[in-house]
């Protein structure tokens, strides 16, 4: 069955550290992947697919088949930064999104 | 534009009792999904829609059901309401497997 890990539940760092969300995936095919971002009060809203290869406030994402990995990643986190992430798969062409379990960015000042 | 709007907001069930949670989107998004989200435990698929008069089974569809029979509309159904229930509800929709647009979510709780 597909799958997607994301090992850490909170990831706390200070303001201008680098910041890796990690996120493992299982499934045999070709995946999309997303990753998406819930912020205090407001609506889980995308911030980046890797199909795009974008770099979206500064976050960017690279899809690693050998490892089954999309780590997020950003040189130097800002406090308002500060949020849920989720890493999300489509197994291809399903249209069945599933969502890995959030990791709760915390970035002090 | 609307986007992805649910009803209610907030519910509160007794045990056995049913209720039919409302989404509605006015994107003429074709893809359609209903996810619980529990603490800790992120976002877990319920059922989702690919077009008009079709449903599949997501993660945990056990205790609910979907009808899609417009493009806009895709209620979930809680037929026995049991505390495992309890939960925030999101619906969202996109169009095939691009930017997916989220509502606002239902609380619910089972009592």
């Known amino acids: 069955a597909q799958r997607v890990t994301q090992p850490e539940k909170l990831l706390s760092v200070f303001k201008g550290a680098p910041v890796e969300l990690k996120c493992n995936y299982s499934y045999s095919g070709s995946p999309e992947l997303f990753w998406y971002v819930q912020y205090s009060r407001q609506r889980l809203q995308l911030l980046l697919r890797h199909i795009s290869r974008e770099s979206i406030k500064g976050f960017t994402a690279d899809l690693n088949k050998g490892e089954t990995s999309f780590h997020l990643k950003k040189p130097f986190a800002q406090e308002e930064d500060s949020a849920m992430y989720y890493c999300a798969l489509i197994p291809s062409n399903t249209g069945k999104l599933i969502f890995g379990q959030g990791t709760t960015l915390q970035v002090k000042p | 534009n609307a986007g992805v709007t649910q009803t209610p907001k907030f519910r509160i069930l007794k045990i056995g009792q049913s209720m039919t949670l409302q989404c509605t989107q006015d994107?003429?998004?074709?893809?359609m999904y209903w996810y619980r989200q529990d603490p800790g435990m992120g976002l877990k698929l319920i059922y989702y829609s690919v077009g008009a008069g079709i449903t599949d089974k997501g993660e945990v569809p056990n205790g609910y059901n979907v009808s899609r029979s417009t493009t806009e509309d895709f209620p979930l159904r809680l037929e026995l309401a049991a505390p495992s229930q309890t939960s925030v509800y999101f619906c969202?929709?996109?169009?095939?497997?691009?930017?997916?647009?989220f509502g606002q979510g239902t609380r619910l709780t089972v009592v």
């Open positions: 994107m003429n998004h074709n893809y």
């Open positions: 969202a929709s996109s169009y095939l497997s691009d930017r997916v647009i």
